[in-house]
């Protein structure tokens, strides 16, 4: 028969099984019914006919289904037959059903949700149509070869500058940091930001309803954007929003339109809600800096854009002389910085994935394998019986798809739910979720399922299918089993135990190194007293304190009116040591070589700076009277750079600087060492304290301040002296000193909680394996324990036996994984800190972690073996 | 003969040549084998009507609903050219088999 004419029976068949099985009984039949009659002709009586002759046609159903397999009847009938079959089989077994599904919802599922954070976080790329070519435009100075200092912001006549520049940029847009402010009702807050007009054309968002703003609108602040959260947090999702009007505490704006839910710029935590219109005019106590956004013109990349950059910096600055130097440079608009900085961590996060996957399916293709090789004896005996192989495939393949498919819905559930969870449980800390929102990534989500469907399938039917195509013969003669075949099975199981065991060893390690890392950057001392530290930054506006003397006698006044706050023990002014601002410190003599010196960060330091804040000098003096401004430039320098710069003499009287820009400073005394940010870095930045007296600039500085009771209490009442003398002030920042170190550490918290997460499933995937095995082996074993036992074997002889199917499996295991982990671990070595990949406490910590889950997961079948009755067990053979 | 085992590649050759007379239903075929054989050779309904679909599925027969003699449906098997075609092949592959292994029996 044509292949063709074959395929089309086939379908028919396959849709009219039904009645394909109804004709072949009713052929059948026929022939029982002329059987009857050819009896009855001989001389029976119609019931003995009758009964003859169903004797003789031996059992119809047999007969039945020989001949419905000979016929391939119906595939839809078969199959409804094989899975009813099917999941009766497996309700016998719930445990063993139970397991597989687990370690699927392991597997795929938890490994899904984890992946999605991470990509969420790490991978996926702005969520903006134009994102590629949204840039952020910075100012450099540079002079000399190396040295260099970049500043992000810039005036509006520089904006105005750039937006000429049509051949760079067709669009470029000023907006202000976005500040929290409260509605009317006094309790809910709302984090705002100013935007150019033209921001969301240039984004290439557009308001779900209403509409941006106009261009005309910049210096009209009654008009307001909001979220699509706000307008159903505040609003109740009000299908009349545009009628309303957003009621804060000092303004109150019509809502002109509503943006859909997303990203929402200029990124911040908790992320901005509320867009006001960026005018061409300065607000009063605005400072003259607005951030930039710009967006290339279409075929330009960063790299391709620099020379025209340069070009057009070049002649800005002609028209625009008696200006120091700058050049400027093209900077991302991806406030995760750690993506640029960490490519590695991809890897790391694609490896992790990858391991728990495999470690899961490997649990269930070991389950899979015991148990259709302890079904091997039936098989046998079918076949003998005569059943078809192709049948008994069948028959497996539709037990392991029930499983697998139920497996899989269960993954899916809980990756779904789990990605719900995390989303709303994780603080939205720090910019990580400002960005994206927590979604399930379908890729990962389906490559998983892939995976685990055809491990499971392949699992569950091909040992069977080999296992059946045997002689049947052999497999009965035996007591049941063949020693070749439970050796190769032994050392699949073998290997797969290994496998998975390494992979446990190398996510611990992993996860052990990322721990200690972040635990010894917290653990930091400071290097001086945070308790109660209390920090409010202040910048004055440009109007009326033009002047510098203006500008320092209005500190001096300040620090005096907080002096006199109830509760203060002392304060004084300056940046605290974990400001954002660095130069690069290097001695004098050696500016030719820049990799002598290194990142400083440059902190102010007001009167009693250091008194209040508990830096201990060690060599040296303090500021002083005698430190004015326009007098010699002097400062104080950490130990340190001391003992770099200086190692075999004292660094007093010997001069550095920050930036080529300055002159050069002489340093007058020697501080302790203080802890200058709280990002992971393998050295901490050098600290170089400056005179606030010669401060030459001194918009801005913050005000430290040391209560005696928490420092939250006595904020409020700081603010409110700032205030009162100079209501145009703003104060950016107000909290404890150590919330300033907290922001960096989000990162590398993070970090280390989700390699543990993954590498505790790794380690409770192995466990599992580990466990399942050794029963296993036990249950195999259990004659020859009894005859042990009866032979008066103690229970220490016994354990050994038990350990001895483990302990190979497991060594290999352990040394595969510290193999690869000694060659993995410089993925992760730029995120440590202060931590060397090969850290022996760790790695202790680790041994002890794994040595208790295994010792755990051998308990159980060591305990059974131990109890066995050798009778029983005699008897069972 | 009771219990001598038939291959099935021997039982699929004498459904043929059965058929080869006249279309019949299962019944009548197994009637046939027995009476031609003197009631030695007895085919299993649950060896006839397997043998009967195989024989169906490679296109060497065809069936069709009909009438039997009492009135009753029966399925009708019918000889394919195919089905010819292959009796004759393996009449003659069963004829030197049988030639062959008589030689040898016969040899002291």
Known sequence: ?877 | MAGTELLQGTLDMMVLKTLALEPLHGYAIARRIRQASSDVLVVEEGSLYPALYRLEERGLVVAEWGVSEHNRRAKYYRLTRAGRKQLEAATDNWTKLAVAVSKVMQTT
């Open chain 1, 1 to 877: 028969m044509s292949w063709l004419t074959r395929l089309r029976r086939y379908v028919r068949d396959a849709l009219r099984g039904h009645r394909l099985a109804n004709e072949i009984d009713e052929e059948l039949q026929f022939h029982i019914d002329a059987l009857v009659d050819e009896l009855t002709a001989r001389g029976f009586s119609p019931d003995e006919a009758r009964r003859a002759a169903r004797h003789r046609f031996g059992r119809i159903d047999r007969v039945r289904d020989e001949a419905r397999d000979a016929k391939g009847v119906g595939i839809v009938d078969g199959l409804r037959q094989d899975v009813r079959s099917g999941v009766r089989r497996l309700q016998s077994e719930p445990g063993f059903a139970a397991a597989v599904i687990l370690f699927f919802g392991i597997g795929i599922g938890i490994n899904t949700a984890m992946f999605s954070l991470v990509d969420a976080t790490l991978l996926k790329p702005l969520p903006f149509p134009y994102a590629e070519r949204l840039v952020d435009i910075l100012e450099v100075q540079r002079k000399g070869t190396a040295e260099e200092t970049s500043y992000s912001g810039m005036s509006r006549t520089r904006l105005d500058d750039w937006r000429v520049q049509r051949q760079i940029f067709d669009a470029i847009e000023p907006y202000k940091k976005a500040r929290r402010l409260t509605l009317v009702d006094g309790q809910t807050s709302v984090s705002a930001a100013r935007v150019g007009p033209e921001l969301f054309p240039l984004l290439g968002l557009t308001p779900a309803i209403g509409r941006g703003f106009l261009p005309g609108e910049g210096d009209d602040h009654d008009v307001v954007v909001i979220s699509d959260g706000l307008w159903k947090r505040a609003f109740g999702s009000d299908p009349r929003i545009l009628d309303r009007r957003l009621q804060l505490k000092d303004v109150s704006a019509a809502v002109v339109g509503v943006m859909p839910p997303g990203p929402a710029f200029p990124f911040a935590d908790p992320p901005v809600e509320a867009w006001f219109p960026l005018g061409a005019v300065p607000d009063p106590g605005d400072s003259p800096f607005v951030g930039v956004v710009a967006r290339l013109r279409p075929g330009l990349t960063p790299a391709s854009a620099q020379p025209l950059l340069d070009e057009a910096a070049t002649r800005i600055q002609k028209a625009r002389p008696n200006r120091t130097p700058w050049g400027a440079e093209l900077d991302t608009i991806d406030p995760r910085w750690w993506r640029a900085a960490n490519n590695s961590m991809v890897l790391v996060a694609f490896g992790a994935v990858a391991f728990v996957l495999l470690s899961a399916c490997a649990n269930v293709a070991n389950l899979l394998l015991a148990r259709t090789s302890n079904r091997e004896r039936e098989f046998a005996v079918r076949r003998a019986l005569g059943a078809g192989r192709i049948r008994l495939a069948r028959q497996l393949l539709a037990e392991s798809s029930l499983l697998a498919l139920a497996g899989c819905a269960f993954a899916m559930c809980a990756a779904l739910w789990l990605v719900r969870v995390i989303g709303s449980v994780l603080p939205p800390g720090a910019v990580l979720l400002s960005v994206h929102q927590m979604q399930v990534d379908w890729r990962v989500l389906a490559f998983a399922l892939g995976v685990s469907l055809i491990v499971a399938l392949a699992s569950g039917v091909l040992p069977a299918v080999r296992g059946a195509g045997q002689a049947a013969p052999t497999l009965l003669t035996t007591t049941g089993r063949t020693m070749t075949r439970t050796r190769e099975h032994r050392r699949t199981r073998d290997a797969f135990i290994a496998v998975q065991v390494a992979f446990a060893v190398v996510l611990l390690i992993g996860s052990g190194l990322l721990v200690t890392s972040f635990v010894r950057m917290v653990g930091l001392e400071p290097g001086y007293d945070v308790r109660n530290l209390l920090a409010v930054s202040v910048t004055l506006p440009e109007k009326d304190y033009s002047d510098l003397p203006r500008r320092q006698a209005f500190y001096d006044q300040l620090l005096e009116t907080v002096r006199g706050v109830p509760g203060i023990e002392a304060a004084t002014t300056g940046y605290p040591p974990a400001s954002e601002g660095a130069g690069h410190l290097v001695p004098e003599g050696q500016e030719q070589h820049p990799e002598s010196g290194g990142p400083a960060a440059i902190l102010r330091a007001g009167p009693d700076y250091f008194r209040v804040l508990g830096i201990r000098l060690i060599e040296g003096r303090e500021f002083s009277i005698s430190d004015r401004a326009g007098g010699a430039p002097v400062c104080i320098i950490d130990e340190q750079a001391a003992r770099r710069f200086w190692p075999a003499q004292t660094a007093l009287g010997q001069r550095v600087r920050y930036s080529p820009l300055v002159p050069w400073i002489t340093v007058v005394g020697v501080a302790r060492n203080v802890k200058t940010s709280g990002a992971a870095r393998a050295i901490d930045k050098f600290a170089v304290y400056l005179p606030q007296s010669q401060d030459t600039q001194l918009w801005a500085t913050s005000l430290l301040v040391r209560s005696g009771r928490d420092a939250r209490d006595v904020a409020a009442a700081v603010r409110a002296r700032v205030r009162a003398l100079e209501p145009r002030a703003t104060m950016p920042f107000s909290g404890p000193v150590e919330e300033l170190y907290a922001r960096a550490w989000v990162v590398p918290r993070f970090g280390a909680l989700i390699m543990s997460g993954f590498a505790a499933l790794a380690l409770l995937t192995a466990a599992a394996g580990l466990y399942a095995m050794l029963r296993y082996a036990v249950t195999q074993r259990t004659a020859e324990i009894g005859v042990r036992m009866a032979l008066g074997a103690r229970p220490a002889a016994l354990i050994r036996l038990v350990f001895a199917d483990a302990i190979r499996p497991v060594t290999v295991g352990v040394v595969g994984g510290l193999g690869i982990a000694a060659w993995l671990v410089r993925f992760v070595e730029a995120s440590l800190y202060h931590v060397s990949p090969y850290d022996p406490l760790t790695l202790l910590v680790v041994a002890t972690v794994f040595a208790a889950v295994a010792a755990a997961a051998v308990y159980g079948p060591v305990r059974r073996a131990i109890r066995i009755d050798p009778i029983v067990a005699l008897r069972a053979e």
